[in-house]
């Protein structure tokens, strides 16, 4: 984790700095000192038996942290947000499942947000079931760890979208708190139905029949018919200009000249086929005709018995819409499993495929991937094709799997492009800080290590390359007067 003065020279003069502190230049001796004094500092942080984790917690909140590519719209708003929202509308709280009830009906369970607060028993409960909050604290009767995780969005989703403009401002407030210059959230689905465009005796045989394809030509001949049918609906057009009018008027305010936000809409892993190249095919479309919409997704849990089942499908799916619409990005949830979640065959191939089959640009999670049946192989194409996005607090607590159990080393050792994301911060109630702190903790990686994930963030992000090159030099002015604190912090502290 030491660093010889020469060698932080030159990566000042690498990342191509000009740096501004207080409005006035810096020359690139000065930028070379502050970073290795920075260097010097953060080194000090692990000195002893055990790193000294309320200077990570100050040193980390201060330090620009680029982007938060695997971020998800509705995970990220705080339960307590949610509440606000819920008693803004004037709906319940029902006591005795801890839902949302928009119309009062049951008077011995339906009560106001302001009741449950002034129970703190109930309130407390109701903050274990809409987020992950004490749950490593309770030993009484309680799902698993993924189960309760995912089920939190069943608790909110009433209101999630009620007031997503309001959402993303506060998501945008707490990004800048914390130093973060760039978002690329995933929004929601584009809401369209493939019900109003297949009566239930064509979805079930088409269903069907996608399920019984085995090839990618075979896939791409139905694909292409149902594609054919959706299209040729003047209403199917309709639906997605609707679905990227409602991006529109909910990111008005957002951007700013310290702040970009920009998103991926996504199909659900759970739903019939028909419905996700529905979700898809109206993404895809979507990210076409709106700069706002930058990337497609593929959500919801992987361990899932339809996700399961029908996953190289769904790979089949990105295959046939990426060679159909070349210039959209996707980016996908892929190899979120372990040991003992799932049957040995299915660690196999996920991550394989999502780079192999739907050429994924960026791979959220990948943490089976020693379990790969071509690990090795896949080592390679995705160090020179993909970046892996690392959400360590998630795959903890989903998975199980941390410390040397994750493959970060395995990635990092390799060179395979890395980014580090919250997945769902208020669920887990966390931020970026707080993941970076990990990454530090857990496998110390130097000071240029981190900064290098940093500008990755903003490097892999689905941006265009003008924004991209403005926000890099933003990271640069940002890292110049951050490593200037840092150095005369660290000069006190001696």
């Known amino acids: 984790m030491k660093y010889d003065r020469i060698v932080v020279i030159m990566l ?5 700095y000009t740096p501004v502190i207080s409005g006035h230049a810096t020359t690139s001796t000065n930028s070379a000192d502050n970073l290795h004094v920075t260097a010097q500092f953060y080194d000090s942080i692990f000195e002893g038996d055990k790193p000294n984790i309320a200077k990570l917690n100050l040193f980390f909140t201060k330090m620009p942290k680029g982007g938060d590519l695997h971020h ?23 006591k005795c499942t801890f839902r949302i009830v928009k119309k009062r009906e049951n008077k011995r369970c339906d009560i106001t947000v302001q009741a449950l607060l002034e129970d703190d028993a109930l309130y407390r409960k109701l903050l274990t079931l ?111 200009n609707e679905f990227i009018s409602m991006v529109e008027n909910n ?44 990337g497609v997704n593929i959500v919801a849990p992987e361990n899932n018995f339809v996700a399961l089942a029908d996953y190289s499908l769904h790979m089949m799916m990105f ?38 089959i739907a050429h994924a640009k960026r791979i959220g999670h990948g943490v089976d991937l020693p379990y790969e049946q071509h690990s090795v192989e896949l080592l390679e194409g995705l160090k020179n094709n993909a970046v892996i996005e ?33 997945d769902d911060s208020g669920v887990s109630r966390n931020n970026l800080s707080h993941e970076y702190r990990l990454l530090a903790t857990r496998y110390k990686p130097s000071y240029m290590r981190i900064k290098e994930y940093v500008y990755n963030s903003i490097e892999y992000s689905f941006l265009p390359s003008e924004d991209k090159y403005r926000l890099k030099k933003l990271l640069d002015d940002k890292f110049s007067i951050f490593e200037s604190e840092m150095a005369n912090l660290y000069k006190k502290f001696k």
């Open 72 to 94: 998800h719209y509705t995970g990220t708003i705080y339960a307590e947000t949610y509440l606000d929202w819920v008693s803004q509308k004037g709906w319940y709280i029902d």
């Open 130 to 240: 809409w987020s992950d909050k004490d749950y490593g604290n309770h030993f009484h009767d309680q799902p698993p760890p993924d189960s309760n995780f995912f089920n939190t969005f069943g608790y909110f989703g009433d209101v999630s979208d009620e007031y997503m403009d309001i959402g993303l401002i506060v998501i945008k407030q707490r990004a800048l708190k914390e130093n973060v210059v760039y978002i690329e959230t995933m929004l929601s689905r584009t809401g369209v139905k493939s019900s109003d465009y297949f009566d239930s005796v064509r979805t079930k045989q088409l269903n069907q029949q996608l399920r019984e394809a085995k090839s990618q030509q075979r896939v791409n001949k139905l694909l292409e018919q149902i594609a054919t049918v959706l299209i040729g609906e003047k209403r199917f057009g309709v639906s997605v």
């Open 390 to 422: 690392i959400n360590l607090t998630s795959n903890e607590f989903i998975l199980g799997v941390k410390n040397n159990e994750h493959p970060y080393l395995i990635y990092s050792s390799y060179g395979v492009p890395l980014v580090i994301s919250t």
């Open 319 to 356: 295959n046939y819409l990426s060679n159909k619409y070349p210039n959209i990005n996707h980016s996908l949830h892929a190899g979120e499993l372990t040991l003992g979640m799932v049957r040995p065959k299915d660690l196999t191939f996920h991550i394989e495929e999502a780079l192999n």
């Open 12 to 16: 000042v003069v690498l990342f191509g």
């Open 251 to 294: 990111h008005r305010g957002i951007d700013s000249h310290n702040f970009v936000m920009r998103y991926q809409t996504y199909a659900s892993r759970t739903k019939d086929p028909i419905q996700v190249f529905v979700d898809l095919l109206s993404g895809y479309l979507a990210a076409k005709n709106s700069p706002l919409i930058v």
